[in-house]
C-alpha cells in the first residue's frame, strides 16, 4: 500500500481549495483522503466534504507534491449522500443535479479504513457517523 498519504499536507490542501473557491467554508474536519483508479492509475484525491459546504476534490501529484484538478459540487446540487462499508474502504456515494454530457453526475469516492494519516482517520470516523450506509 502507498505511503505517499503521509507527506500529504492538509494546510497545502486548504490553500490550494480556497484559492481556486475562496467561498468554501473550510473546515479541518472535513477533509479526507480518497483513493480512485483513473485510466488504470491509482490517483490520490483530498476531498472537503460537508452538508454545508458540498464536495471540493482535488489531485495530489506525489511527484511534486502538489494538487490539481480542483473541482467542486456546491451543496445545493447534491441530492443524496450514503455509503457502503467494505473491509479496506468505506465508499461515499454522492449523487448530485450536476449535469455533465447530459447525464445526472454520480460519484463513487474510495476512502481508504489503512490510511495512516491521522486527520484522514479521525475524519472518516466522522463522515461513518454522520452519512447513512445504503439500505
Keep these: 500500500m502507498s505511503q505517499m498519504g503521509l507527506f500529504i499536507k492538509r494546510e497545502k490542501f486548504k490553500e490550494y481549495m480556497l484559492d481556486d473557491q475562496p467561498d468554501i467554508k473550510y473546515d479541518e474536519n472535513a477533509?479526507?483522503?480518497?483513493?480512485?483508479?483513473?485510466?488504470?492509475?491509482?490517483?490520490?484525491?483530498?476531498?472537503?466534504?460537508?452538508?454545508?459546504?458540498?464536495?471540493?476534490?482535488?489531485?495530489?501529484?506525489?511527484?511534486?507534491?502538489?494538487?490539481?484538478?480542483?473541482?467542486?459540487?456546491?451543496?445545493?446540487?447534491?441530492?443524496?449522500?450514503?455509503?457502503?462499508?467494505?473491509?479496506l474502504s468505506t465508499y461515499l456515494y454522492i449523487e448530485t443535479t450536476q449535469e455533465v454530457n447530459g447525464q445526472l453526475m454520480k460519484l463513487k469516492l474510495n476512502l481508504p479504513k489503512l490510511n495512516r494519516t491521522?486527520?484522514?482517520?479521525?475524519?472518516?470516523?466522522?463522515?461513518?457517523?454522520?452519512?447513512?450506509?445504503?439500505k
Design 31 to 87: 477533509v479526507l483522503l480518497s483513493l480512485n483508479t483513473v485510466r488504470g492509475k491509482a490517483v490520490t484525491n483530498c476531498i472537503h466534504f460537508s452538508k454545508e459546504a458540498g464536495l471540493y476534490a482535488a489531485q495530489y501529484e506525489s511527484m511534486w507534491d502538489i494538487f490539481g484538478d480542483g473541482f467542486y459540487i456546491p451543496a445545493a446540487k447534491i441530492k443524496e449522500v450514503y455509503r457502503k462499508e467494505q473491509l
Design 118 to 134: 491521522p486527520w484522514h482517520i479521525k475524519n472518516l470516523k466522522r463522515l461513518q457517523a454522520q452519512v447513512p450506509v445504503a
